[in-house]
């Protein structure tokens, strides 16, 4: 059934001439017909790169919103328009004006994990990879990050600058503790623990390392270590254990479920492209100023 529906879903995307992404969370059989995987904004970039003329973007909404961003002229396509990020969404261009005639103007470094509208009212976007770099880049001394405090305070950690936090946050990556990471790594202890900068300060401060979705690929791939344990969502594991088959990967807690990630199903991404829906199109008045952000970040992070 599954092998009969993957065929179907192929021969359309080569009869659309369209390019299926998929996230590092996303269900295992999606990211194994996808013909991209990775972190948001680097499938977003490689998207870009393709001769593709539509692209169906398996993740959450402020993801398809990217890949219009820095695709405008491609048809994006989002199989699940009910898939949203409950962090994204605890911001809106309103609330971050009225935050900055509270703070004074100041530079707003934003989340890649936001909605296009708020990119267009930041100076300049971030990842969980760049951050730091992004934030030590800016000449001025205050700045306001938004919308995650968890990263925001990890790269306040690393950072000699003034640096307010939005009180935004992952409700996934947010409610791990450090008891629940004492526990797994009691189970085992010859594993290394891997966190997402999106979890708590006292959750990250007992990691062996910070790193993004892909970063953590990455480490494990490079790591002579044989053994991890995933402080992220646990749809990681599944690329995780792709890349390095002769290795353990440990979910740090059963809890690391994000719902939204997990919503399209092949059966959605089929209908989608019978339909060719739901289109996800940023207005240029919007996707102008939050291309901007997105473009002083990829200057600085390729210098
Ligand atoms: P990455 O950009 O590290 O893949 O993270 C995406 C995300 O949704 C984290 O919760
Ligand atoms: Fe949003 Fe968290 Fe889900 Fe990522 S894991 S999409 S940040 S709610």
Request: hydrophobic share 35%.
């Given at each position: 059934m599954t092998d009969s529906l993957a065929q179907e879903i192929r021969a359309l995307l080569k009869e659309h001439n369209a390019i299926l992404l998929a996230h590092n969370y996303q269900r295992p059989e999606i990211q194994d017909i996808a013909d991209l995987t990775g972190d948001s904004l680097d499938l977003s970039i490689r998207a870009a790169?393709?001769?593709?003329?539509?692209i169906v973007f398996c993740g959450v909404r402020f993801m398809a919103e990217t890949a219009s961003v820095v695709s405008p002229d491609k048809t994006v396509l989002m199989p699940?328009?009910?898939?949203?990020c409950p962090m994204a969404d605890m911001i809106t261009p309103e609330a971050l004006k009225a935050k900055l005639a509270e703070l004074g103007e100041m530079p707003v470094v934003t989340y890649v994990n936001s909605t296009a509208s708020v990119k267009a009212h930041s100076t300049i976007c971030c990842t969980s990879a760049n951050a730091v770099a992004v934030v030590n880049s800016l000449a001025e001394d205050e700045i306001l990050m938004t919308p995650d405090r968890n990263l925001c305070q990890y790269v306040a950690s690393k950072s000699t600058k003034k640096i307010h936090c939005w009180d935004g946050y992952c409700p996934i990556h947010d409610q791990l503790t450090d008891e629940e990471v004492m526990k797994a790594r009691a189970a085992h202890p010859e594993a290394l623990f891997m966190a997402h900068p999106e979890c708590r300060p006292e959750v990250l401060a007992l990691a062996d390392a910070v790193l993004s979705t892909s970063g953590m690929i990455n480490f494990a791939k490079h790591s002579d270590k044989a053994s991890f344990i995933v402080g992220?969502?646990?749809?990681?594991i599944h690329p995780l254990q792709k890349a390095n088959p002769h290795k353990s990967f440990y979910g740090v807690?059963?809890?690391?479920?994000c719902q939204d990630m997990k919503r399209t199903t092949l059966d959605d991404v089929l209908t989608s492209l019978r339909t060719m829906t739901h289109v996800v199109k940023v207005p240029k008045e919007v996707r102008v100023p939050a291309s901007m952000a997105v473009e002083r970040m990829i200057g600085i992070t390729s210098r």
């Open positions: 790169k393709t001769d593709a003329g539509v699940r328009m009910d898939a949203g992220t969502e646990e749809g990681l807690s059963e809890s690391m479920v």
